[in-house]
């Protein structure tokens, strides 16, 4: 008897493939290796992946690529899980401000440790230990220090123009690299014939926007679209003309390539048309004994009827076949045919 082969169970791998720099993953520095963690995203107000590298000095975002039915080869094994990470470095104080937005509504100074802290994500409170977080805190909030201790309190004006810098410096970086924006992203793959100087300021304050949206909430993206003064785009339909609806004409569809088209006013019963009064007066008048005007030029009964070409085919009886009997006159050479 035969023995069935075991298969080994499936164990759920740990390992991703990972694009960053190399100082990513740079441990010998504050001796221990960089931590996957989950935090609260600023613009969904959700949990997602990020990344604090060695002695939690720096943060930075982790995007996935992924594809249906990819998986990666590495070494002998099979990595089932087919994304693609791309880890890049990251503001903290994106991070941060949320909960200084929320302590702010008390209108309150406190102390950061105590404003950075929540219970769905308790890895939030290492943000604190990035080094450009503590530095940074007096773009977006204002400061007070009591003795050796620094309070802070949220200030929407701040954060506007902390903003509006980052949205600044997007644009200068999108121009020094040539990326193409507005209405000239669909021509990238093309060769351009527009200079830098064609290109439209407003499409690139839109798009760092856009950008910088992407890490902060909507009621604070919607602050910064007023704070830039960019305007309102308005949408098509408001500046087309109301469509009109189309009438039904009393004329046939002109047939093209397909002959089942037809125009439903063809099937409607067209009413008679009105006679004229020349027309009504004839119809007041006597027919009786009168004779229709085609009598007059129907041949009579018993008369011979003479043609100089062959009869038309409609003009034949099938059910009657009249035979033709040739002769010649004396004056004229030509064969006549007499219709009998």
Not at 107 to 129: I, Y
Not at 156 to 180: F, G, H, P, Q, Y
Not at 219 to 241: F, G, M, V
Not at 301 to 320: L, M, Q
Request: aromatic fraction near 8%.
């Amino acid at each position: 008897m035969t023995a069935k082969k075991k298969r080994t169970p499936q164990v759920q791998s740990d390992s991703w493939v990972v694009i960053a720099a190399d100082p990513v993953m740079d441990a010998q520095t504050h001796g221990s290796d960089p931590t996957f963690v989950r935090l609260r995203n600023p613009s969904t107000d959700a949990g997602s992946l990020y990344m604090l590298s060695s002695g939690d000095v720096q943060l930075y975002e982790v995007k996935a690529f992924e594809e249906e039915f990819h998986s990666w080869f590495v070494g002998q094994t099979v990595q089932r899980d087919g994304r693609l990470l791309f880890i890049t470095q990251m503001d903290p104080l994106y991070l941060i401000l949320p909960y200084l937005i929320k302590s702010g509504i008390e209108g309150k100074f406190q102390p950061v440790n105590q404003v950075v802290m929540d219970e769905e994500f308790p890895a939030c409170s290492r943000l604190l230990s990035c080094t450009r977080s503590l530095g940074s805190l007096q773009h977006v909030a204002e400061e007070k220090e009591v003795g050796n201790l620094k309070f802070h309190r949220y200030s929407e004006e701040k954060t506007l123009s902390w903003l509006k810098k980052k949205v600044e410096r997007t644009v200068a970086a999108l121009k020094k690299r040539n990326i193409s924006v507005g209405e000239g992203v669909k021509s990238t793959t093309y060769i351009r014939v527009k200079t830098e100087s064609d290109h439209n300021e407003e499409d690139y304050l839109r798009y760092a926007h856009g950008l910088i949206s992407e890490y902060i909430s909507e009621d604070l993206s919607k602050a910064l679209h007023k704070h830039l003064e960019l305007p309102e785009i308005t949408s098509p339909k408001e500046t087309e003309p109301p469509s009109k609806k189309r009438k039904l004409s009393d004329k046939p569809v002109e047939a093209g390539e397909d002959y089942t088209k037809f125009n439903s006013a063809d099937f409607v019963r067209k009413s008679a048309k009105k006679m004229t009064a020349a027309q009504k007066s004839l119809a007041k008048v006597d027919k009786t004994g009168m004779k229709p005007m085609s009598s007059f030029f129907s041949p009579k009964e018993g008369e011979t009827k003479y043609w100089t070409s062959p009869p038309k085919r409609s003009e034949i009886n099938p059910w009657k076949i009249p035979f033709v009997i040739p002769h010649v006159r004396a004056h004229n050479s030509s064969v006549e045919g007499v219709y009998c």
